[in-house]
C-alpha cells in the first residue's frame, strides 16, 4: 500500500497578506519543491486519477504524488499555472465561489479576509489549459460547525456557481479549515460531489474513503528537510484511523463558540460577509 503525498497549498507569492503568510510559499521555495519531487522520482497525477484508483479503477504509479490548491488566490494564475504549464504537471484548484472577482463587479461575498483572488475569467482560462477546477464552498465557513440547511447551500451553490461558469460538471471538493463531520461528507455527496479533500497532515493511499483524502500543508515554515521526508513517504502517518478523541472535542469547542455568536477563527457566521471591490 504506497504512500501517497497530497499536497495543500495556499497563497504562493513573494507579498501575501498577513492573514495568509502563514500559510504561503514563496515562487522560489515551490519551485524548489516541484524539483524535489522530480529528483525523488515521483509521477505527478491528476487528483481526479488518484479518486479513480481509491473506487477500483487503473492503479496509480509505484510512486506517484498530487498537487492541491485551497481557496483561489489570484497568483495561482500568475505564479503557478506557468510553472506547472512548463513542466506539464496537474493540478487541482478549490474555488470559493463568493470570494471571485466577476468582470467589472464586486465578489458576491465571503469569509475570506482581504486578498487578490482569481478572476471568473482567469477560472474559465485555467479550465481551458487543464487544471482541475474543484469546489471550496461559497463562502469558506467550517462546515461542521454551521447549520446543516447552510451546509446543504454552500456545497450545492458553490457547484452550480461552477458548473455554470465552466459549462461542464465538476466533481471534487474540498473542506474548508479541512473541518468535516459524518453529516458534512453525507451533504457532499449528495450534493453530487465524488470526492473530498481534508487536511489531516498525512499520506493518502488508494484504499481510502474518496470523501476524506488527507493532505500534507505545505506552510510557509514547512522546511526542506521536511518536505523531502514527505516526498520519500515518511515524516507524517499513511492513511490514519478514523477521528481522535481530540478532534471530536475540537468540534464540539467549535460548535458551542459559533451558536454563541464567537466562532474561532473568524467573524460571526450571521454577521456580514466581506465582499471587496474588483
Known amino acids: 500500500m504506497s504512500a501517497v503525498p497530497v499536497f495543500l497549498y495556499h497563497s504562493v507569492t513573494s507579498d501575501p497578506p498577513p492573514w495568509i503568510a502563514p500559510y504561503t510559499v514563496t515562487p522560489r521555495a515551490f519551485t524548489e519543491q516541484l524539483d524535489r519531487i522530480a529528483d525523488a522520482g515521483l509521477t505527478v497525477v491528476p487528483l481526479r486519477r488518484l479518486v479513480a484508483a481509491i473506487r477500483g479503477g487503473p492503479a496509480l504509479p509505484a510512486r506517484c504524488a498530487v498537487l492541491t490548491f485551497d481557496d483561489g488566490f489570484a497568483d495561482f494564475y500568475w505564479s503557478v499555472a506557468p510553472l506547472l504549464t512548463e513542466r506539464a504537471l496537474p493540478a487541482t484548484v478549490f474555488i470559493t465561489t463568493g470570494a471571485v472577482h466577476p468582470p467589472g463587479g464586486a465578489p458576491e461575498g465571503s ?6 483572488m482569481l478572476s471568473w475569467r482567469q477560472i474559465a482560462t485555467l479550465d481551458a489549459l ?16 454551521v ?17 455554470d461558469a465552466l459549462s461542464h460538471p465538476v466533481y471534487a471538493f474540498a473542506y474548508p479549515h479541512g473541518y468535516s463531520s459524518g453529516a458534512v461528507r453525507r451533504t457532499v455527496r449528495e450534493a453530487g460531489w465524488t470526492s473530498s479533500c481534508a487536511v489531516r497532515n498525512a499520506h493518502a493511499t488508494a484504499d481510502r474513503d474518496p470523501m476524506r483524502i488527507p493532505r500534507l500543508m505545505v506552510r510557509a515554515d514547512t522546511r526542506p528537510e521536511q518536505f523531502t521526508q514527505w516526498v520519500h513517504g515518511g515524516g507524517a502517518p499513511v492513511n490514519p484511523a478514523g477521528e481522535s478523541f481530540r478532534t471530536t472535542g475540537w468540534r464540539l469547542y467549535r460548535r458551542t463558540r459559533a451558536l454563541l455568536g464567537r466562532p474561532v477563527g473568524g467573524p460571526s457566521e450571521s454577521g456580514t460577509l466581506r465582499r471587496e471591490t474588483a
Request: charged share 25%.
Open 111 to 116: 469569509l475570506l479576509p482581504p486578498a487578490a
Open 130 to 145: 487543464g487544471i482541475e477546477i474543484g469546489g471550496h464552498t461559497v463562502t469558506h465557513p467550517q462546515l461542521d460547525a
Open 147 to 163: 447549520p446543516a440547511q447552510r451546509v446543504w447551500h454552500e456545497v450545492v451553490d458553490c457547484k452550480r456557481r461552477l458548473e
